[in-house]
């Protein structure tokens, strides 16, 4: 069965303090690897796609890479602003369904 | 404005009352989903739609259905709603599975 679990639940960080979320995932086929970042209330919005081991992307303070097994989101120097929970999903070889994770609760305070 | 819309955003009902929530996206998409987030489960997909008149399960389809009779919409049916759908559900929508999915609001659903 494919799973998706990020770790870790809950981050805080100060404002500058620079850290990494994880995304381990088992998934036969990776079809495709999302991040997304929700803020309270509201429904997610997309950041990055990665389809294939080694691929990264960057994004302002953010950069997604992707291995075989895991996929972090790297984040530089943060800011308040970046508080939200940060969500990754799979797509893989059973059908066009998308699996998320729990989500990565992140608080940068100042 | 390209957006997703869903209706009600709220709405609180009785054990086995139907009901339907719409979601409507104006971007031409072709793959639409519904999902349910609850606190300590994360979001999980319900059904999904990969083009009109096809649909498929996700996760957790007991309980819901759904139709694609228009590329436009795709309603999330509860024909009798029990208090464990209780939930925040989300519809979203994408040119295709492995595209950028453009969400919804959100509904926030209460059944007593």
């Known amino acids: 069965e494919d799973q998706v679990t990020q770790s870790p639940e809950a981050l805080r960080l100060q404002e500058g303090e620079s850290s990494s979320l994880n995304c381990s995932y088992t998934v036969s086929g990776l079809r495709g690897l999302f991040w997304y970042r929700q803020d309270p209330g509201k429904g997610p919005d997309f950041l990055f796609t990665l389809y294939s081991a080694g691929e990264e992307k960057e994004k302002e303070r953010l950069k997604a890479t992707l291995t075989k097994k895991e996929s972090f989101l790297h984040i530089t120097a943060p800011k308040p602003e970046d508080s939200a929970t940060y969500l990754c999903a799979s797509g893989g070889n059973s059908g066009y369904a998308l699996n998320f994770g729990k989500g990565t609760s992140l608080l940068v305070t100042p | 404005e390209a957006q997703v819309t869903q209706n009600p955003r709220y709405l609180i009902t009785v054990t086995g009352k139907k009901l339907t929530v719409t979601c409507s996206q104006n971007?031409?998409?072709?793959?639409m989903s519904w999902y349910r987030q609850d606190p300590g489960l994360g979001l999980r997909q319900i059904y999904y739609s990969m083009n009109v008149e096809v649909t498929d399960k996700g996760d957790v389809p007991e309980g819901y259905k759904v139709s694609r009779k228009e590329k436009r919409n795709f309603p999330l049916i509860l024909e009798s709603p029990s208090p464990n759908q209780t939930s925040l559900y989300f519809c979203?929508?994408?040119?295709?599975?492995?595209?950028?999915?453009?969400f919804g609001p959100g509904t926030r659903l209460t059944v007593l």
């Open positions: 971007m031409n998409h072709e793959y």
């Open positions: 979203a929508s994408s040119f295709g599975s492995l595209n950028e999915q453009f």
